[in-house]
């Protein structure tokens, strides 16, 4: 069967997941990335990729940093950008998510950055799509329950590329709640699918998936015999707003055994980089001075975000 994400000639259409996505169009999208880095640096803020092209962003749970940052793309890449509060709006008043999705398509609506707390969400709006004949009209996932983030997955990916120039002989740990993270799952499909020899996921039996090795990991319980010889260090927010039931002792109890300090970082290369997809609980999955450390790339994550949104939208969009 065709990928969904991709159109009869392998081109990316929608962006869903990154589970399944051939490497060499995941390589496009972070080059493509990397050529919006160099006109940031060289101070041109805006291109017109997308002029005359509307991007609606339908946002179904909150997310100030992930809508910001597409809303910053959008309008760098000289794109209509309409902000839409779903979750407190048409959906409140009894009207179905496809309902909402047919009456923005019939404003001409060209993209649609979607978050939703069901998995599964914006793939429904990619098939709609497709079955109403409007094959000009784009879906990026901006994050579907435990499912996927795949632009925080490949602004993770650009970060390390970035950093350690590619994948081959690499370690990378992630660390702490994998079992609620749909960015955990994201960046985890996007290091095998780019070669990463060990991918590493760190956590306690309760915050690991069942049957974690399948996904192509090392499962550690002991952060500390995790971290040995990493060369990138992902550490997770706790999802508690996901959790169902007391899943950890205490936040101090967690701190003790996987927030990262400086003594923990230690036993990863001298070299090793430390990122987080934010926002941070300091002194519960990782120490101030690691945080704000040399050795942190978590400000340029949130910089290397904002290219990424862009590449993945004008080129879903149909711009090069």
Do not use: W
Not at 56 to 66: G, H, M, P, V
């Amino acid at each position: 069967m065709r990928n969904p994400q991709l159109n009869a000639q392998g081109e990316l259409t929608h962006l869903l997941t990154l589970e399944g996505l051939p490497a060499d169009v995941i390589g496009a999208i972070l080059d493509t990335a990397a050529q919006f880095v160099s006109i940031g640096e060289r101070e041109v803020k805006k291109v017109p990729l997308l002029r005359g092209k509307a991007v609606f962003n339908l946002f179904f749970e909150n997310s100030t940093r992930t809508r910001t940052t597409f809303e910053i793309a959008a309008k760098r890449l000289s794109a209509d950008v309409i902000n839409l509060n779903i979750g407190v709006s048409s959906t409140s008043k009894g009207e179905t998510l496809l309902d909402t999705i047919d009456n923005l398509v019939a404003m001409d609506a060209d993209v649609f950055v979607v978050r939703h707390a069901q998995s599964g969400a914006p793939h429904l709006i990619a098939e709609h799509l497709a079955s109403l004949g409007r094959s000009h009209v784009h879906v990026v996932n901006a994050g579907d329950g435990r499912h996927a983030h795949p632009t925080q997955g490949l602004l993770d990916l650009y970060t390390i590329r970035h950093y350690k120039q590619d994948f081959h002989g690499l370690t990378v740990a992630i660390v702490g709640d994998v079992l609620h993270s749909r960015v955990a799952r994201s960046l985890i499909h996007g290091l095998t699918a780019l070669g990463t020899p060990e991918v590493r996921v760190i956590g306690p039996r309760t915050l690991l998936p069942t049957a974690a090795e399948t996904l192509g990991v090392r499962v550690f319980h002991d952060m500390r015999d995790g971290l040995r010889g990493c060369d990138a260090v992902v550490m997770l927010r706790l999802q508690s707003e996901r959790m169902n039931g007391a899943l950890l002792p205490s936040a101090g109890e967690y701190f003790k055994h996987y927030g990262l300090t400086q003594e923990k970082l230690a036993l990863a290369r001298p070299d090793a980089i430390v990122m987080h997809p934010g926002p941070m609980n300091r002194g519960v999955e990782i120490d101030s001075p690691v945080a704000d450390g040399e050795r942190s790339v978590i400000l340029p994550q949130v910089t290397f975000g904002i290219a990424v949104r862009m590449a993945v939208m004008s080129i879903v969009a149909g711009a090069r």
